[in-house]
């Protein structure tokens, strides 16, 4: 016995406002997906904190390094005055420079680092950066650890450190 199903002819989707409605809707599911990926910044008054990441650690190892930007939307300079994280026994603020002699050296920041008004200041390698010293466990590729900045004059933001695989750079979210 063969029995045959027939389609119906009425449209799913009868009328524009169902179609436009399920076309806004599926566009929203895909922004807000998109945007948790891609999203990767943190706000603070008229300071914008982009792409907090630093690299996974080898086993024993004792300090990691922090970066990120921060753009400074507003018409006063601010100060970025020192940063905390439950992953360390504390942390610092760091400068590399070339001395005298040629030879790059590192050292801790007194007074903090100024963010200008208007301006952007990058922490990257080889520049100002966060150390994390005294790690209380590895830091692992993918995986994410809060830090507090304190700012001189826009208060304090727990940013999310985004940890990217030992010894490579990090991917460019700097429009983030």
Partial sequence: MTRSV???????????????????????????????????????????????????????????????????????????????????????????????????TMRQVTGGVEIPAGGEVALKPGAYHIMFIGLKAPVKEGEKFPGTLTFEKAGTVTVEFQADKMGGQSQDHSGH
């Fill in 6 to 104: 027939r389609a119906s002819s009425r449209p799913l989707l009868r009328s524009f406002e169902e179609r436009f409605g399920v076309a806004v809707f599926a566009l929203l599911l895909l922004f807000a997906s998109t945007h948790q990926l891609l999203a990767h910044g943190f706000k603070l008054g008229d300071l914008e904190i982009g792409h907090p990441w630093s690299r996974a650690t080898p086993a024993g190892a004792k300090v990691a390094a922090g970066y990120l930007t921060v753009k400074n939307n507003g018409s006063q300079p601010d100060r970025l005055v020192s940063v905390q994280s439950d992953v360390s026994e504390k942390a610092e603020i760091h400068e590399m420079a070339v001395d005298a002699k040629g030879v790059m």
